[in-house]
């Protein structure tokens, strides 16, 4: 499996913007699909953005679609979450995972690896 790390979360304004990594470990970074996750206190964990192996595909959640932006560097092993116009709604823990699964950029499934994720606050 691979190795997840996440960095970037914290405490932002409302409209405010953030830029979430994640830091893969391993040589076969490059095939795997990778999604951003977030999860908010007492609700359930949401999908909301997953990228492809070469990056070429994309989804968003209806809920990010617009504001935030998924990427992917396979040379560095790195896949990254810009999010823009940030609502208070976005508070959440944020995760980075994997899937071997090519289906899971709009499927959503086969998520096996997972970061240990980063708090975004967004404060009016």
């Known amino acids: 499996q691979v190795q997840l790390v996440e960095s970037g979360g914290g405490l932002v304004q409302t409209g405010g913007s953030l830029r979430l990594s994640c830091a893969a470990s391993?040589?076969?970074?490059?095939?795997?699909?990778m999604g951003w996750f977030r999860q908010a206190p007492g609700k359930e964990r949401e999908r909301i953005a997953t990228?492809?192996?070469?990056?070429?595909?994309?989804y968003y959640a209806d809920s990010v679609r617009g504001r935030f932006t998924i990427s992917r560097d396979n040379a560095k092993n790195t896949v990254t979450l810009q999010m823009n116009s940030l609502k208070r709604e976005d508070t959440a823990v944020y995760y980075c995972?994997?899937?071997?699964?090519?289906?899971?950029?709009?499927?959503?499934?086969?998520?096996?690896?997972w970061g240990q994720g980063t708090q975004v606050t967004v404060s009016s």
């Open positions: 995972a994997a899937s071997t699964t090519i289906t899971a950029v709009v499927a959503g499934t086969g998520f096996g690896s």
């Open positions: 990228i492809s192996r070469g990056g070429s595909s994309t």
């Open positions: 391993g040589r076969t970074f490059s095939t795997y699909v």
